[in-house]
Nanobody, 124 residues
Framework: QVQLVESGGGLVQAGDPLRLSCAAS????????MGWFRQAPGKEREFVAT????????RYADSVKGRFTISRDNAKNAGYLQMNSLKPEDTAVYYC?????????????????WGQGTQVTVSS
């Protein structure tokens, strides 16, 4: 059973960067696919980025491609989401997730473990 805790959210201005962190404990995080999702008020939770267990393979939503970078440090049981050139439409609660399954899936139901989320607000 993996526990995930996100941190790093906050209020920033459009164009600013922000780095989210995900601390994992209680399981073998290093063997899991990890992902980042976000949910804006009144909208469904949507895929942002995913990375396989080794960090070699990554996939991004079109809306963040070229601006966001997912990474992980298995030695620290940690994952990260570097967000650059933030836009007001990036405002949402961001969730870290882990999957015992294989890489490549981008639906929330493909992920087994979730953090509590961290709020990111981008002002114009």
């Amino acid at each position: 059973q993996v526990q995930l805790v996100e941190s790093g959210g906050g209020l920033v201005q459009a164009g600013d960067p922000l780095r989210l962190s995900c601390a994992a404990s209680g399981g073998t995080f290093s063997t899991y696919t990890m992902g980042w999702f976000r949910q804006a008020p009144g909208k469904e939770r949507e895929f942002v980025a995913t990375m396989n267990w080794s960090g070699v393979l990554t996939r991004y939503a079109d809306s963040v491609k070229g601006r966001f970078t997912i990474s992980r440090d298995n030695a620290k049981n940690a994952g990260y989401l570097q967000m650059n050139s933030l836009k007001p439409e990036d405002t949402a609660v961001y969730y870290c997730a882990a999957s015992r399954g294989g890489y490549g899936y981008i639906k929330p139901y493909n992920f087994d473990y979730w953090g509590q989320g961290t709020q990111v607000t981008v002002s114009s």
